[in-house]
């Protein structure tokens, strides 16, 4: 220990700048001033080390900081691409589907175009054939009103086919021989004994009112319509009882292919007569009529429609069903406005029609050879 402390305290006053109070030392005294001891200064290198472990604290943090700002702004990029990776994935997964659906629908549509355009071509092939059909019909039609219409109206009608309107024959005698008036009047006399004569008659005709006005409003609007006033009576009157045969059901088909215009009347060929299918020995024969039942020489059979039947038929029933047949061809066309004639001749032909069915059904026909 050492007791040197005033001495010390006040040399280390002087050594400040300061006086000691008064009283604490005088002048006369000796001062004495310790040695003060060497401070022990702390070494360099520690200090270093520490200063440099702070810093690298200091480096540490701010890195870790930038690190983690870095970090993050590449979780947001990130985060970012994903999305749009996602999105993209969507896109192509979306247009992968509706590829896939519109390659199914063009598919699709052109196996139903290719549908369609197989059905139009048989459509069109079937109404090509028809119409080939129609047009054979036609033409036959047109010929048999050139012979039919034509050639005999009202006005000037065809003597061939009314026999009753030809003059009577005169009396042809041979060449070579010679008559005095007294054999000629001879002859006249026995004669006119042996057979009555003639009385030459000349056709009359008058229009009935009824008939005339049922026609009349049928014509302004012609129609193939059964239920109107002018064609039912001629049903009831002509077509009905024309197109009764003993066979019911095959006269209903009949006059339904007439009304129609699907019946096909056609002459059956000597060279094909031995030779006969079963289905067409079911439809009558040859020798047998279909719609009378009766064995008569047909020389004539029918078709209705496309069935591929032929029914044979005899020339009495041939003349019933033609003259059907003319009277609808001619008020079809009058219904398509192919006759152009005054209305009274018209009606005329249309009661000549009606007056061959007559005859028809009772029995009248003109043979052909």
């Known amino acids: ?48 080390v520490s200063r440099l472990r702070s810093s690298s604290v200091e480096i540490r943090e701010k890195g870790s900081e930038i690190l983690k700002e870095e970090l993050q702004k590449a979780q947001k990029e990130l985060k970012l691409k994903d999305r749009e990776c996602e999105k993209l994935s969507k896109v192509r997964e979306q247009l992968e589907q509706e590829l896939e659906e519109l390659t199914a629908c063009l598919f699709e549509e052109a196996h139903k175009m290719v549908r369609e355009a197989n059905t139009k071509q048989a459509v069109s092939e079937k109404q090509l054939k028809e119409a080939h059909g129609k047009i054979d019909m036609l033409q036959a039609e047109v010929t048999a ?70 026609f009349q409003a049928w014509k302004e609007s012609p129609t193939l319509d059964r239920s109107c006033v002018f064609l039912e009576r001629i049903y009831q009157e002509d077509i009905s009882p024309c197109l009764d045969f003993a066979k019911r059901e095959l006269s209903e088909l009949v006059q339904s292919a007439v009304e129609t215009n699907t019946l096909t009347v056609e002459p059956v060929a000597s060279l094909s007569l031995p030779l006969v299918k079963a289905s ?22 029918i078709q209705l429609g496309d069935s591929g039947n032929y029914y044979y038929i005899s020339p009495s029933c041939r003349a019933r069903i033609t003259a059907v047949c003319n009277f609808f061809t001619y008020i079809r066309y009058i219904q398509q406005g192919l006759v152009r004639q005054d209305v009274e001749l018209m009606f005329w032909e249309i009661m000549r029609l009606r007056k061959e069915m007559s005859l028809a059904k009772l029995g009248f026909y003109t043979h052909e050879f």
């Not at 009283?23 to 001062?31: I, Y």
């Not at 039919?148 to 021989?177: A, C, D, M, W, Y």
């Not at 001879?186 to 056709?203: C, F, Q, R, T, V």
């Open 280 to 301: 067409a020995v079911e439809c009558g024969g040859p020798k047998k009529c279909a719609l009378s039942g009766m064995s008569r020489a047909c020389k004539h059979r």
């Open 1 to 48: 220990m050492w007791t040197g402390q005033p001495a010390l305290k006040v040399g280390a006053l002087q050594l400040m700048g300061r006086q000691p109070p008064p009283g604490e030392w005088k002048g006369s005294e000796e001062l004495v001033l310790p040695v003060p001891a060497k401070e022990e200064k702390p070494p360099t290198e520690s200090y270093d």
């Open 145 to 214: 009103l050139k012979t039919l219409v034509i050639t005999s109206t009202p006005s000037s009608p065809n003597r061939e086919q009314h026999p009753q309107l030809k003059s009577p024959s005169k009396t042809v005698f041979r060449k070579g021989h010679v008559r005095n008036k007294s054999t000629s009047s001879a002859i006249g006399n026995d004669n006119n004994h042996s057979l009555p004569e003639e009385p030459i008659s000349k056709e009359s005709k008058e229009i009935d009112a009824l008939l005339f006005a049922e």
